[in-house]
């Protein structure tokens, strides 16, 4: 396999997943039904093909099915505290800060694999995510309900990073497929738990609704997590974190191919320090060891 391969699957998710926040504007539904029926259909669809794959068939160790469950509801608290937080805060400011969840992984890291950054990783970091606060520093509010959603935004980043921690360990022993229909089905299944232990509905939504759950299952989540999924095998969690970092900058410009938003100069100069950071950090990476594999 071509090295820069994993790279470009990166790539792409990165365009897949900078859907996601665009596409959640087009319907009404409460953000813990858009997020159940998006991980809902994309295990669904994964479900046919699993079935069918010799890997798919191959017996679990205990732990490995713990840890996708434990994986899963990593994955439901993303979508879950972020999909709120686009309903209290702008979509810049919570794509921002839902992004800071390289900090948790390189924190993660040292704390607990004694594993410290080179200096050119961490300056590789620093400038990525300083340019995604640029990108969002404009629509960041001081009003309380505002401030609730940056903290939900936050609290996905949390869960995102303990998502890709896992991810990167799982996916040593279990196919892309099998990881992630199973990741995918737990967050669904907890997701519709707590919709219908809240009193949501998950029924009655119009056809223009299910046309955006089904998107959401195939663009960002099939065609962005799921690549993610496969890329994790390669990389270390640690260099996806970072990579993530582009999409604000993504959702800025499929804004403005959209809706007309012209994206402002701030966006143009955090993404610029966004692109340079990543590139740093992945150039810095590349000649290190990478610890998860020890």
């Known amino acids: ?58 017996p679990m160790s205990c732990q490995d099915v713990w840890r996708c469950v434990a994986s899963g509801l990593f994955l439901a608290c993303h979508f879950g505290t972020w999909f709120f937080s686009l309903r209290l805060t702008s979509i810049t400011a919570s794509t921002v800060l839902v992004s800071t969840h390289p900090f948790i992984v390189l924190a993660y890291n040292r704390l607990f694999r004694g594993e410290r950054p080179a200096g050119a990783s961490l300056a590789g970091v620093l400038l990525a995510v300083a340019g995604a606060a640029v990108v969002g520093w404009g629509d960041l509010s001081a009003d309380s309900q505002a401030l609730l959603g940056d ?47 809240r009193g949501v509905r998950l029924h009655g939504y119009a056809a223009a609704d299910w046309l955006v759950f089904v998107a959401l299952a195939i663009f960002p989540t099939l065609l962005g997590h799921t690549l993610f999924n496969w890329a994790l095998r390669f990389v270390p969690a640690a260099v996806l974190s970072v990579s993530i970092l582009g999409e604000p900058v993504g959702a800025s410009l499929l804004a403005w191919l959209l809706w007309r938003q012209v994206p402002a100069a701030a966006t143009w100069i955090g993404g610029s320090l966004v692109l340079a950071g990543t590139a740093l950090y992945l150039r810095s990476s590349s000649t290190a060891r990478d610890p998860s594999t020890s």
């Open 151 to 197: 903290a939900l935004a936050f609290l996905g980043a949390v869960a995102m990073a303990g998502y890709l921690l896992l991810g990167r360990r799982l996916r040593s022993s279990l196919s892309t497929i099998t990881y992630s229909t199973l990741t995918y089905g737990t967050a669904a299944l907890l997701l519709g738990m707590t919709a219908l232990v």
């Open 1 to 58: 396999m071509h090295p820069l391969l994993p790279y470009l699957a990166i790539l792409l998710g990165l365009l897949g997943v900078s859907s996601s926040s665009i596409l959640f504007q087009f319907t009404s539904a409460n953000p813990l039904v858009a997020a159940f029926y998006r991980l809902a259909i994309a295990a669904l669809l994964q479900a046919g093909p699993l079935l069918f794959s010799p890997r798919g068939r191959s």
